[in-house]
């Protein structure tokens, strides 16, 4: 366990990260909370983290970046728990007032992929049924200026269906959040995957999935989840 002010330190470089999409400088850090630690003292920090393979320096004079051992450390330790807006829970209860199975499978990911800013798929595996949504939105991040980036999620997004089938049954009784490599998906290494199953009011029973840059709002996302886990 890190200690508890590299721990203040590690949260704020990956929370300024997932907000500006830039490496964050020591400086940054000193001048925008209040620590009451000199710049030095944050450097020495951060260095700690780098070594210990939290964060790492993209180039030798630039600010830092979370490493994927940061997000999981962030996603299980540091992510204060997160509430949707009462506008969001009830989008969520319109889809799963639907009772047509694939009507609501097509809304559903729709709905979870406006809340959550980036794609979303959902579907039944027995039933070959999959849907997904937000491809255009997951494109407008910073990450896919660089148009082979762009293209590589392109490629996931044509296999998506066929991967997530082999995910499932590591996501059969509860959420799972895959990070960076952790992924079981090779071409999903570079995105943070949430997978859970849902079961409808109507009996039928599917899954979800989040897919999303690994520099994206993991409260959010596990606060969707835990909506459609717990109370629909």
């Known amino acids: 366990m890190l200690e508890e002010r590299q721990q203040s330190i590690l949260r704020a470089v990956i929370e300024e990260y997932i907000r500006t999409a830039h490496p964050i400088a020591s400086r940054e850090l000193a001048r925008d909370f209040n620590w009451g630690l ?14 210990q393979g939290f964060l790492e320096q993209p180039h030798t004079s630039a600010g830092r970046v979370p490493t994927d051992k940061g997000y999981r450390f ?7 728990e997160k509430d949707l807006t009462p ?3 009830a ?8 009772r047509h199975t694939e009507e609501f ?17 959902a ?15 997951m494109l407008e991040e910073p990450e896919f200026t660089d148009p082979e ?4 999620f392109g490629r996931l997004a044509d296999i998506f269906d066929a991967e997530i089938h082999r995910m499932l049954p590591r996501a059969r009784a509860r959420e799972r959040i895959w990070i960076g490599a952790e992924n079981p998906c090779r071409e999903a290494r570079r995105y943070a995957v949430f997978l859970a199953p849902w079961e409808h009011p109507g009996g039928f029973r599917g899954f979800v999935s989040i897919v999303a840059p690994t ?10 989840i835990s909506t459609i886990r717990a109370s629909l």
């Open 87 to 89: 506008e969001e829970e």
């Open 91 to 98: 989008l969520l209860r319109e889809a799963f007032a639907i």
């Open 215 to 224: 520099r994206t709002n993991y409260a959010k996302h596990k606060a969707i």
């Open 123 to 137: 579907g039944m595996a027995r039933e070959h049924i999959f849907y997904k949504s937000g491809f255009s939105a």
């Open 74 to 80: 962030f996603v299980d330790h540091l992510t204060a």
């Open 105 to 121: 499978l097509h809304i559903f990911a729709k709905t979870v992929a406006a809340i959550a800013g980036t794609f979303a798929a």
């Open 38 to 51: 000199s710049p030095a003292t944050i450097r020495n920090e951060l260095l700690e983290l780098d070594e």
């Open 149 to 152: 980036r762009a293209r590589g």
